[in-house]
């Protein structure tokens, strides 16, 4: 796909309407990834979900939102909500399905890009938080998805990962080779927080913080140039200048969504505006002159990317 810029909207509420897409088309994004369609609502088979045992890899609290939804009602919304999106705004619409197995509905990816879709993210997260299956298992659900979707559809399909896999290249080259067409590197969490006034759990932030670039970051950089594959980096970009490290890592675009609510959409501008002058600065005419320059494989030295332990660098600090 070619965009008017390598910053992305991310699956978020900011894309769940045409009118929340319009905004950001508006605000200068280069694409958008509308809000996730979850996958049991597609699939009308909660119950078969569960029968098959897969209420083991869902949080309890999701199973139950899923069962609320009125599912037909999903389905043809997020239909719509494509078709809509795609007559108000005149940049690239990446549909996203959040979706835990492979099974029932693929049929799906079809309708989507039938509404005219120019993309699909498969926002797929199983967690293995109940121990009886080995990762090799657990990557071959990913695998599986990326086979029955691929086969449905002409359009390019992302894959959405989390960061809490053994080996993130083994995965990476493993969906490379199903045709998966971009990966999308790493999706963020919901995830507990305690109270220890009243002993109980609580909600953990929603948003993330702008240090956590640097974990795309790492990956962006040791897996550029080894897959055909795009990368999209998302998670904790709240500047121009983290976007413009993850570019020169090697991410082919850059997902925003937290700094998008901290701030307004219109931050987006002045993330472009700030990307073009520093491009300017550094006399750089195009994204592609500079992307992956300070990716591992284009480095001189590449063991100062899989450092790990802090070493003497921790040295003054106790
Ligand atoms: C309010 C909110 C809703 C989100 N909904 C989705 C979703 O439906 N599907 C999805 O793949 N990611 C969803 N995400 C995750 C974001 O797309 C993104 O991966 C994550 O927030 C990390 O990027 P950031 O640091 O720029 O926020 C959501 C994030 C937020 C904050």
């Known amino acids: 796909m070619a965009l008017?810029?390598?910053l992305v909207v991310g699956s978020s509420g900011l894309t769940r309407t045409a009118e929340g897409v319009r905004r950001c088309a508006e605000a200068g994004a280069g694409a958008v990834v509308l809000k996730s369609i979850f996958e049991e609502a597609i699939a009308h088979e909660v119950q078969a979900a569960l029968d098959a045992g897969m209420d083991s890899f869902v949080h309890p609290e999701a199973m139950d939102y899923v069962k609320s939804l009125?599912?037909?009602n999903e389905v043809g919304n997020y239909l719509r909500l494509i078709a809509d999106a795609k007559k108000g705004a005149d940049i690239p619409v990446v549909a996203s399905v959040h979706c835990v197995s492979a099974s029932a509905w693929p049929d799906f990816a079809k309708q989507v890009q039938d509404a005219g879709a120019d993309a699909l993210e498969l926002n797929a997260f199983v967690l293995p938080a109940d121990g009886t299956r080995d990762s090799a298992a657990i990557e071959k659900v990913y695998l599986d998805m990326a086979a029955a979707v691929r086969e449905k559809v002409r359009i390019p399909v992302a894959m959405k990962l989390s960061?809490?896999?053994?080996s993130i290249p083994h995965t990476a080259m493993a969906l490379d080779r199903a045709g998966i067409r971009s990966l999308t590197l790493f999706n963020r969490f919901f995830v507990n927080d305690i109270d220890i006034e009243k002993l109980a759990l609580k909600r953990g932030g929603f948003l993330s913080s702008p240090e956590e670039y640097l974990l795309p970051m790492r990956w962006m950089s040791l897996l550029h140039g080894r897959l055909s594959c795009d990368l999209a980096a998302s998670t904790?970009?709240?500047s121009a200048s983290s976007a413009i490290k993850l570019l020169l890592a090697g991410a082919t675009v850059v997902q925003v969504v937290s700094a998008l609510y901290r701030?307004?959409?219109?931050?987006?501008?002045?993330?472009n505006a700030e990307?073009?002058?520093?491009m300017d600065r550094?006399?750089?005419a195009t994204i592609e002159a500079f992307r992956g320059h300070l990716s591992q494989k284009a480095s001189g030295n590449p063991a100062a990317f899989e450092r790990v332990q802090f070493m003497k660098f921790s040295v003054g600090m106790e």
């Open 4 to 6: 008017r810029s390598p």
């Open 70 to 72: 009125s599912r037909d």
């Open 163 to 166: 960061c809490h896999l053994t």
């Open 236 to 238: 904790g970009v709240h």
């Open 263 to 271: 701030n307004e959409l219109s931050f987006l501008s002045t993330m």
């Open 275 to 278: 990307l073009a002058a520093w």
């Open 282 to 284: 550094q006399q750089l």
